[in-house]
T-cell receptor, first 118, second 111 residues
Framework: DTAVSQTPKYLVTQMGNDKSIKCEQN?????MYWYKQDSKKFLKIMFS?????LIINETVPNRFSPKSPDKAHLNLHINSLELGDSAVYFC?????WGTGISGANVLTFGAGSRLTVL | KQEVTQIPAALSVPEGENLVLNCSFT??????LQWFRQDPGKGLTSLLL?????REQTSGRLNASLDKSSGRSTLYIAASQPGDSATYLC??????????FGSGTQLTVLP
């Protein structure tokens, strides 16, 4: 039973299209994240939600819009896709956010969604 | 702003060797330092988390250390095995309360 699951695993689409990536966690965690891993393997935080509230919103184009219908789900919608959006997008969750309590910040990652924009 | 650097970018060792991976960070006001493993085409797996009040953590053949004053962490892998081949990433939870990742060290253990 996958702890953090993302769909789809692969996504190939044309420039200008709108697409969504879904993420669900069954760990009972309060905090969820979206990370982007570029071709050089750098992982950068995009968004973080704690109990459905947005707590981290990095400098990301407003074409990217996260939505958290409940604390077990964090979806990522991307409008007007561009070539530079091609990357692997990882969803992750943790028990809590930034409390420094041992173990509460340990992240569990999904397997990633590889987006290719043609 | 926290910056995390990992050296070397790639490392190849024969099976059985002990090895050390290095991680340096700029924000000494760090809450914790985490080490992850990433296999090709897969997500990240958490290996060890060291709180700012700790100096090291151990799990099996892995030992991670943290020196806040010098802004360094190391991951020691004892008696390496081909199954240890992966990319190892460190990440620091800094004063901005978010994890900043290094670019990783790609480890290959040769049989």
């Amino acid at each position: 039973d996958t702890a953090v699951s993302q769909t789809p695993k692969y996504l190939v689409t044309q420039m200008g299209n709108d697409k969504s990536i879904k993420c669900e966690q069954n760990l009972g965690h309060d905090t969820m994240y979206w990370y982007k891993q570029d071709s050089k393997k750098f992982l950068k935080i995009m968004f973080s939600y704690n109990n459905k509230e947005l707590i981290i919103n990095e400098t990301v184009p407003n074409r990217f819009s996260p939505k958290s219908p409940d604390k077990a789900h964090l979806n990522l919608h991307i409008n007007s896709l561009e070539l530079g959006d091609s990357a692997v997008y990882f969803c992750a969750s943790s028990q809590d956010w930034g409390t420094g309590i041992s173990g509460a910040n340990v992240l569990t990652f999904g397997a990633g969604s590889r987006l290719t924009v043609l | 702003k926290q910056e995390v650097t990992q050296i070397p970018a790639a490392l190849s060792v024969p099976e059985g060797e002990n090895l050390v991976l290095n991680c340096s960070f700029t924000d000494s006001a760090i809450y914790n330092l985490q080490w992850f493993r990433q296999d090709p085409g897969k997500g990240l797996t958490s290996l060890l988390l060291i709180q700012s009040s700790q100096r090291e953590q151990t799990s099996g053949r892995l030992n991670a250390s943290l020196d806040k004053s010098s802004g360094r962490s190391t991951l020691y892998i004892a008696a390496s095995q081909p199954g240890d081949s992966a990319t190892y990433l460190c990440a620091g939870l800094g004063s901005a309360r978010q994890l900043t990742f290094g670019s990783g060290t790609q480890l290959t253990v040769l049989p």
